[in-house]
């Protein structure tokens, strides 16, 4: 099977029938629905971008499995340029879309499970990583997008799921069957879903004694009976129903959530990658969020990017582009972006080989880059806000410009430099908006906090690698604790004349 | 028996204590055996592999059998893990030692 082209995977997308509400009704042809289709196109891109001899060091690799040409979005990292090369092709598709593309979960859910799969397999005598992998290449050879699935609602915090007064929140087995198992619950925050043409199932904490039931991966089709989705709002979002284009900021991309519900979805086996492996769990989350904690220094990156070039624009624009502090803010926010780069490509270079023969990013290097995430992207946009000015929020809309009597007015106001149409300047104030606190800001400012794990998380995970006693150790020796003190050596300092 | 270290940036473990701790002329340690000593995660020694290319013994990660069983093994120590599988600082030489003489 070759790779899709964009129009065969829209199409192919049309063609699952997906059980989609929105609004509180049901949408049948998402795939034209003006909220939904931006996210699509961005998915799309990834399709696009593949097909193009430009981008094909990035966004193709060779699978291990079949030696063929592949959507790296379905590879399996044999190197550490592979996974640098993840990065990079991430960045590259943040700037041709200005948007989180949602590709990456999937691919990130199957680097993850690879490797525990195959651990699984050598300590319980299972047979999960040949069912595992023979699922990965109907993935590649369909050319096919997989929502790597983990979030759980949760429910109560503080209890874990076996005690949990309502268990559906947590997905978990209600029934093992000789054929297979019937799973129920939800998943929340799911990035992409409704443009997926598979779903990986993963749980979403390390399981205790007692969580069995809940310490399950499966893959299923998107469309299999039982599986619906709610998609959720974003910032703005209506904007995108009015029929003009510039109020939207970024009219083409744009990002998407859902929280999918599974209500008794049955199974088979042989699409089940975990099922009561409570002691491996742990190992499955902290490897899909080191993994998705690596995808940021590149996605984000590449929004950040065309958010840096907003903002130089709109100084142009505004004829404040060779004001000192105006090339400093630049200077600063290209700072932090390719700080945010390097974090990405470190805990690539830094990877390691596992056992089971995948390649693995550095796990405290990882956590450290999406810790920087979970900053960063907040002042860029704040400098870029700084320098856009207050306009970005008080601008007139699309119909004012629009109108016979109101547009001259907004025109002869809104005028920047003179060689600069005031079309462009709104464009321009308004994908700043549209980053910043519209609808693309759900992507680069909320889902840097939050995605791949809210920040606590990657602080723990520092915390358990930091190498804290080596650290003191260090310090130690230099300044050389422990060693005997001689007080009759110690004499007053001679002044020393001139 | 032939020990490659690390450069030791990152010390999670005492790599001098665990390559010390190793057999010294033991009949049943295969002669040519080598063992990557890396102070963490990022098996440094092993070119970044938790198990090394081309070691004979089987089981020796995914790719391992094929590389015959006439070699001598080859086996990494990464931080807290023995060919991948994680083990406690104080039985890290033990466990090397056993591995050695499978």
């Not at chain 1, 041709?96 to 397999?121: H, I």
């Not at chain 1, 699309?398 to 464009?427: N, S, W, Y």
């Not at chain 1, 609808?439 to 358990?464: D, K, W």
Request: charged residues 25%; hydrophobic residues 40%; contains cysteine.
């Amino acid at each position: 099977m070759a790779l899709k082209t964009p129009e065969e995977f829209v199409q192919s997308l049309a063609d699952l029938h997906l059980q989609i509400y929105l609004f509180g009704e049901k949408v049948d042809d998402y795939v034209n629905h003006p909220l939904i289709r931006p996210s699509i196109n961005c998915m799309a891109m990834t399709y696009e971008l593949a097909a193009m001899p430009e981008y094909e060091d990035l966004m193709l690799a060779t699978s291990h499995l079949t030696g063929e040409k592949i959507n790296r979005f379905t590879h399996i990292h044999q190197s550490a340029e592979d996974l640098a090369k993840k990065v990079k092709m991430q960045r590259l598709l943040g700037q041709k879309t200005g948007s989180c593309f949602q590709r990456c979960v999937g691919m990130d859910a199957v680097n993850a499970l690879y490797s525990v799969t195959w651990e699984t397999d050598q300590a319980r005598g299972t047979d999960y990583h040949e069912r595992f992998k023979k699922y990965l290449r109907y993935l590649q050879e369909e050319d096919l997008v997989a929502d790597g699935a983990m979030t759980d609602p949760k429910g109560d915090r503080s209890l874990p799921p076996h005690q949990q007064p309502d268990p559906d929140v947590y997905v978990h087995i209600v029934e093992k069957r000789d054929d297979g198992i019937v799973v129920r619950g939800a998943k929340a925050h799911q990035t992409g879903a409704c443009n997926s043409h598979e779903i990986i199932v993963m749980p979403t904490i390390a399981m205790r004694e007692g969580d069995e039931d809940f310490a399950v991966s499966f893959s299923c089709p998107a469309n299999a009976e039982g599986v619906s989705y709610i998609y959720g709002r974003q910032s703005c979002d209506t904007r995108k129903l009015e029929e003009t284009d510039l109020d939207v900021g970024n009219m083409r991309f744009g990002g998407q959530e859902a929280l999918m519900v599974f209500d008794d979805v049955f199974v088979p086996w042989e699409h089940v990658y975990m099922c009561g492996e409570i002691e491996f769990s742990g190992a499955l989350v902290e490897r899909f969020a080191g993994f998705h904690r690596q995808s940021y220094g590149g996605c984000k990156v590449g929004v950040g990017d065309v958010l840096i070039g907003a903002a130089a624009l709109a100084a142009e624009y505004n004829g404040v582009a060779r004001a000192s502090h105006i090339k400093d803010k630049i200077i600063e926010m290209t700072h932090l972006n390719e700080t945010l780069f390097s974090c990405g490509l470190a805990c690539s270079y830094e990877g390691v080989k596992m056992p089971a023969g995948n390649w693995q990013i550095d796990m405290l290097l990882a956590n450290v880059c999406k810790q920087n995430i979970t900053r960063f992207p907040y002042e860029i946009a704040r400098l870029a806000e700084d320098i856009a000015g207050g306009l970005m929020v008080t601008m007139p809309s699309a119909q004012d410009l629009a109108d016979e009597k109101i547009g001259p007015i907004v025109e002869k106001f809104l005028v920047g430099t003179c060689d600069t149409p005031v079309i462009d300047r709104m464009r321009v104030l308004r994908l700043i908006e549209n980053l910043t606190l519209g609808a693309g800001a759900v992507g680069y400012r909320t889902e840097s906090l939050h995605g791949a794990g809210s920040p606590q998380a990657q602080r723990i995970m520092i915390a358990r690698q930091s190498n804290l006693n080596h650290k003191k150790e260090l310090a130690k020796a230099i300044a050389e604790v422990g060693k005997p003190w001689e007080k009759s050596r110690v004499k007053k300092p001679t002044a020393v004349a001139g | 028996m032939k020990v490659v270290y690390c450069g030791g940036c990152n010390p999670h473990i005492d790599r001098e204590a665990v390559a010390a701790d190793l057999p010294q002329d033991d009949p049943d340690v295969p002669r040519g055996a080598t063992v990557h000593v890396s102070g963490c995660l990022r098996a440094c020694a092993s070119d970044h592999q938790l198990v090394a290319e081309g070691d004979g013994r089987a089981g020796a990660g995914a790719e391992g059998a094929s590389a015959g069983p006439e070699r001598p093994p080859v086996i990494v120590v990464a931080g807290e893990l023995v060919d991948g599988v994680p083990t406690p600082s104080s039985e890290l030489a033990a466990a090397v030692t056993r591995k050695l003489k499978e």
